[in-house]
């Protein structure tokens, strides 16, 4: 096995792969895009939000894969009509 090089530390220019991220990182790179998620929708160019939607749901994909019985809090099920 190689040793990391600076690449594989910091990631490329659209951030680390989430399957090398622990837990409490990956809730950190969460709450950093969802906190920024209106002003790249109302203000980014187009690559800014293109990148933005991808790096979240890279995030979110691993998340729920490493969490598939997670808590559903019953108060936010939508009502079936």
């Known amino acids: 096995m190689r040793e990391p090089?600076?690449?594989?530390?910091?990631?490329t220019a659209t951030?680390?792969?989430p399957a090398g991220l622990a837990d409490e990182d990956i809730m950190r790179e969460l709450?950093?895009?969802?906190r920024t998620r209106l002003d790249t929708l109302r203000h980014g160019p187009d690559?800014?939000?293109?990148?933005?939607?991808?790096r979240t749901?890279?995030?979110?994909?691993?998340?729920?894969?490493?969490?598939?019985?997670?808590?559903?809090?019953?108060?936010?099920?939508?009502?079936a009509l």
């Open 47 to 54: 690559a800014a939000l293109s990148t933005h939607l991808r």
């Open 5 to 11: 090089d600076a690449d594989d530390l910091l990631g």
């Open 57 to 79: 749901a890279e995030l979110e994909t691993e998340y729920l894969a490493r969490h598939p019985g997670r808590e559903v809090d019953p108060h936010r099920l939508t009502q």
């Open 31 to 34: 709450g950093s895009l969802h």
């Open 15 to 17: 951030g680390i792969d």
